[in-house]
């Protein structure tokens, strides 16, 4: 069965970075476009980056500069980089596999990034 | 950016049909396919695919749950409503990148 399972959330203060991954199982990962959704608490779903089969990206204006999606296809493995920080990248960060046409059929169960001092 | 604009929320009656709609500011459509999906979250879980391509039942999503339209307006039908059906719908497109989703309706069953 197809499962991705997020790690690397906690709580950061402004300015400083993380490193999220997401670990795919069940699935050619290497054939796969992939992407970051977030969701603010309380908030609606925000969609954050993208990286095709071949590792072309694309990103959010919100996080363009600050953030870099990247995978590892030797181990199943999605990332996104968050660097300068602030308090409005709060949220739980879901990855997602693109599927055929652009719809997501699954997601991760999320891990929650908190930025505050 | 292509801008999803959904109704914040909805209350229909146990049994009776519920109507959610998700208009875009530019058209969706490309080569016969809109590029228009639907997902269903409840609190504390991860979104559900419900729809895709504006018309096509995910796989195990019950019968009761329908979509339909094209170029920049769509809807998705809950019908018969059922008490578990009380979630956020959120629409989102794939026409473009950066690809993005409706704001959300909240369904609340009478």
């Known amino acids: 069965a197809v499962q991705l399972v997020e790690s690397g959330g906690g709580l950061v203060q402004p300015g400083k970075s993380l490193k999220l991954s997401c670990s795919a199982s069940?699935?050619?990962?290497?054939?796969?476009?992939m992407h970051w959704i977030r969701q603010a608490p309380g908030k609606g779903l925000d969609w954050v980056a993208y990286?095709?089969?071949?590792?072309?990206?694309v990103y959010a204006d919100a996080v363009k500069e600050r953030f870099t999606i990247s995978r590892d296809n030797a181990k199943n493995t999605l990332y996104l980089q968050l660097n300068s920080l602030k308090s409005e990248d709060t949220a739980i960060y879901y990855c997602?596999?693109?599927?055929?046409?652009?719809?997501?059929?699954?997601w991760g169960q999320g891990t929650l990034v908190t930025v505050s001092s | 950016d292509i801008v999803l604009t959904q109704s914040p929320a909805l209350a229909v009656s146990l049994g009776q049909r519920a109507t959610i709609s998700c208009k875009t500011n530019q058209n969706v459509d490309y080569y016969g396919n809109s590029y228009m999906h639907w997902y269903q979250q409840k609190p504390g879980q991860q979104p559900k695919l419900l729809i895709y391509?504006?018309?096509n039942l995910a796989s195990g999503i019950p019968a009761r749950f329908s979509g339909r339209g094209s170029g920049t307006d769509f809807t998705l039908t809950i019908d018969p409503v059922e008490a578990d059906d009380t979630a956020t719908y959120y629409c989102q497109q794939s026409r473009n990148l950066p690809f993005t989703f409706g704001s959300g309706t909240k369904l609340e069953i009478k």
């Open positions: 391509l504006a018309s």
């Open positions: 990286i095709s089969s071949s590792s072309g990206t």
């Open positions: 997602a596999r693109e599927d055929y046409r652009g719809w997501f059929a699954y």
């Open positions: 069940g699935f050619t990962f290497s054939s796969y476009g």
